[in-house]
């Protein structure tokens, strides 16, 4: 199944490529959707919402500088939708991590233009042959993107096996700060969370929370708004069939160990949507899954 034609677009959304629009040395395809409301663009590889700039504003997402954009390397920023499991696999730790379809390319269904000026853009993939041998299920995944005021992201996970699935997954948003001192996270006072720098150690998080050194959270069962503020914009990340919310910054040490941030680190903080461990589904045969995330100014 081939991608849309360039004709076959509707209007404000176009194709261009990541030299063109990040100066990256890598030249990848990437959707470009440019309305009254927002200039957007996403990779074909993922399907990973890159920039989101609301008229008039910044962008909402952070991209590192540094970002590859080469199938079969995850691009570091944005959006990346880590399918069909969230981080390191529980039931096989060798799979790769965020699963493998953040570094595939996913085909673009459908671009359409809505009555109040939203796009709708519709990509989609199916597990691959070679994967098999690795994690036995065949399955489809539609991820669908409304751009507006607002950026709405919703993901469909059918299991097309004849057994259930484990499945577990993020929509894993960097989203840019100008001064990690200043990012503030709320909405997850009193709840517990499986802490990643401390062997994965239940704690308790009273307040906001900040980000002082390394952060690395999983926080199950969520059934709040997140609302991330810092000195420049307040933003609201809000997710139904997504209930566990992971919020990750490396800090200065590890960032020095990574090459695509290094010293960048400072320029975001992860917020997540997904569902992973107690949260993790077992997808009947046949069965599918739905959920989004909405990332909107907050007041
Ligand atoms: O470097 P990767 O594979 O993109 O992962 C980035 C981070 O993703 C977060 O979701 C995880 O909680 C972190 O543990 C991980 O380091």
């Known amino acids: 199944m081939n991608n849309l034609n360039a004709a076959e677009l509707c209007q404000g959304v176009s194709y261009s490529n990541s030299t063109a629009e990040f100066g990256s040395a890598d030249n990848a395809p990437v959707v470009v959707v440019d309305t009254a409301y927002c200039r957007a663009v996403v990779s074909l590889l993922g399907a990973q919402v890159l920039s989101f700039i609301p008229r008039g504003g910044r962008d909402w997402l952070w991209l590192s500088p540094r970002a590859r954009f080469t199938e079969g390397q995850a691009i570091r920023g944005g959006i990346p939708l880590c399918l069909p499991w969230f981080g390191v696999n529980r039931h096989q730790p060798g799979l ?14 459908a671009a359409e233009c809505m009555a109040d000026g939203a796009v709708r853009l519709r990509f989609e993939i199916s597990s691959a042959e070679g994967e098999f041998t690795q994690f036995p299920w065949r399955y489809q995944v539609v991820a669908e993107m409304v751009f507006s005021d607002t950026l709405r992201l919703q993901l469909t996970i059918s299991n097309s096996s004849a057994t259930t699935m484990p499945l577990s997954f993020a929509m894993h948003s960097y989203l840019a700060v100008h001064g990690l001192d200043s990012a503030v996270v709320s909405g997850l006072d009193g709840q517990h969370f499986l802490d990643n720098t401390d062997e994965l150690r239940r704690k308790l998080l009273r307040g906001e929370q900040r980000f002082e050194g390394e952060v690395d959270r999983v926080f199950e069962g969520v059934r709040t708004d997140q609302r991330i503020e810092t000195s420049e914009r307040r933003l609201r990340v809000s997710g139904t069939g997504c209930d566990t919310v992971i919020v990750w910054n490396p800090g200065a040490v590890l960032a020095r160990t990574m090459a695509d941030v290094g010293d ?8 997540e949507r997904g569902r992973a461990f107690a949260d993790e589904i077992e997808l009947d045969a046949g069965a599918e899954w739905r959920a989004e995330m909405c990332l909107s100014q907050a007041p």
């Open 96 to 109: 790769p991590k965020h699963g493998f379809l953040r570094s595939r390319e996913w085909q673009l269904r």
């Open 264 to 271: 960048s680190y400072g320029q975001y903080v992860c917020v």
